[in-house]
């Protein structure tokens, strides 16, 4: 049982982290936007908790200008893939 909690990655304790986590693992990148009516949160909560997992180098971002406006995407990096599938994996161990 020990060994299923160490597994388990902090970084996707919060819901709307294991929501980006989610969404950029099935896609490509999402943009800010997508990303923010996707999850149903706000620009700050959205943009602390990608921080967050920039921090932890489990998401990359591109910045870019379409049509002269700015637009961010998001990616989950080879690492945050198998660190969040690790995790989920962990989740589902412990329910058996």
């Not at 999402?30 to 149903?40: T, V």
């Not at 990096?77 to 989740?91: E, S, V, W």
């Amino acid at each position: 049982m020990k060994d299923l909690l160490n597994n388990l990655d902090k970084a996707f304790e919060n819901k709307v982290r294991m929501g980006i986590m989610a969404a950029l693992v099935v896609n490509e990148y999402l943009d800010f936007n997508s990303l923010k009516e996707l999850l149903g949160v706000t620009d700050g909560n959205l943009a602390s908790h990608l921080k967050n997992l920039e921090k932890v180098e489990y998401v990359s971002i591109k910045k870019e200008f379409l049509n002269r406006k700015p637009n961010t995407k998001y990616s989950a990096t080879d690492m945050g893939k198998i660190a969040f599938k690790k995790h989920i994996k962990a989740i589902e161990d412990l329910l058996k």
